[in-house]
């Protein structure tokens, strides 16, 4: 059997993964499982909503708003999957460097924002058991998080934790030790965190209280966690199958349906408000006809829509946007709206932002690196307090690293 895979619209890994066919069949296979390993949503139980109508992408815009800002070089094939932020001079950075090829693959690395300038943070040794940062939030300066991957074998740690002062692995309970596991991390602004995800032992929902970990219920039998968002802990949303979304109320979960009309994932949250959540991804894009790279398992993957889904404190909605192909990472604005990373690749060399405010979204795109040169930034964070924001992903140095001033 083969894997037909047609690359417009997907967002490549890294430069590692650009250049290999094995991995390129690796991301796409966990992209479907991603996609389709939730059970569909109870028919009867989902609203009858017609889907948001396709609308034409926005008007492509270069962005003096948006800058490069200096980070340490990286491994070609390196590139930052987090960033967050607790103030204007307080940021951090986390991804991976490497070869991006077996057996080595790569290994994680964390750079902090002191106000002036970007530097790598030192990491205790048993990061090596780890092929990267995928996952990154803070409450404060002393208070960071980090959740790393892995390709198999033992692994000490999979969570992290920077105290002000150095980074120390965090043990979680056992469910979560095996393959790689973490999905999606979030933080309260008291500091409890919340990771979700799926390993070899099933798929789970952990809380950090401060000293130890609980193990909440699934709210659904089969769910594979995507994505998580925390407010409060009595106000988080957990995301899996695009068609339906799972509230925390503090006592118990309760799901919530979507007008989504095809199989996908939303794994990437922001909640602006209690009444103003948002989630965006990709819907569609796999089926199991066949043919094309040797060594893969028949599958075809189509270009997906971007998909954009919105909680009004009554019922989540599609958002419509014209397909900018997957979207990745999202944040406040701080003015009431949000800033999306999109799919640079179709239309410039250089990162792509979607921003939405007052019911009405802008494209615009940082000014492109020197050809033959290309950028693709995937992750945002608000600054708090501001609309400045700050972006990461993979450049022509590696790492990529923008800032965004009004």
Avoid: K
Avoid at 91 to 100: I, K, L, M, R
Avoid at 281 to 302: E, V
Avoid at 330 to 340: K, M, N, Q, S, Y
């Amino acid at each position: 059997m083969a894997l037909s895979v047609s690359m417009a619209g997907w967002l490549p890994v890294s430069s590692g993964t650009r250049a290999s066919v094995t991995c390129a069949c690796a991301a796409a296979l966990a992209c479907l499982a991603a996609c389709s390993a939730s059970p569909p949503a109870r028919p009867s139980r989902v609203p009858r909503t017609a889907p948001a109508a396709i609308v034409p992408f926005p008007a492509i815009t270069a962005s003096p708003g948006w800058r490069h800002v200096r980070s340490p070089v990286l491994h070609p094939s390196g590139r930052y999957d987090a960033i967050t932020a607790t103030g204007p001079a307080e940021a951090w950075a986390a991804g991976s460097e490497g070869t991006g090829q077996p057996p080595a693959y790569g290994h994680p690395v964390v750079v902090h924002w002191n106000g002036a300038r970007w530097a790598r943070m030192a990491l205790p040794p048993s990061t090596g058991e780890l092929t990267g940062f995928t996952a990154l939030v803070a409450s404060t300066s002393s208070d960071v998080w980090a959740a790393g991957a892995s390709v198999g074998g033992p692994v000490s740690y999979f969570v992290y934790h920077f105290d002000g002062l150095a980074w120390t692995g965090v043990r979680l309970p056992a469910i979560a030790d095996a393959n790689a596991p973490v999905a999606g991390m979030a933080i309260t602004p008291d500091g409890h965190v919340w990771v979700v995800g799926s390993g070899l032992r099933g798929s789970f929902i952990l809380r950090w209280d401060g000293s130890a970990w609980t193990q909440l219920p699934l709210p659904a039998p089969g769910l594979r966690p995507a994505g998580v968002v925390a407010r409060t802990n009595t106000d988080v949303w957990v995301t899996g199958n695009i068609r339906e979304m799972y509230h925390w109320d503090g006592t118990r979960w309760r799901r919530v349906p979507t007008p989504a009309s095809q199989p996908g994932s939303v794994p990437y949250l922001a909640a602006v408000g209690p009444t103003d959540v948002w989630a965006v991804g990709g819907a569609g894009g796999g089926d199991l006809t066949g043919g094309g790279y040797p060594g893969c398992i028949g599958m075809h993957f189509a270009q997906p829509e971007s998909a954009v889904l919105h909680w009004d404190g009554r019922s989540w909605h599609r958002v419509a946007v014209g397909n900018a192909g997957p979207l990745h990472g999202i944040t406040p604005d701080g003015a009431g709206g949000v800033w999306i990373a999109a799919n640079a690749y179709t239309y410039s060399r250089s990162s792509l932002y979607l921003h939405w405010r007052a019911g009405t979204w802008t494209g615009i795109y940082l000014w492109p690196p020197p050809s033959p040169a290309t950028e693709e930034n995937t992750v945002v964070a608000q600054i708090p307090g501001s609309q400045r924001v700050w972006s990461a992903g993979a450049g022509p140095d590696g790492g990529n690293i923008e800032l965004y001033t009004p």
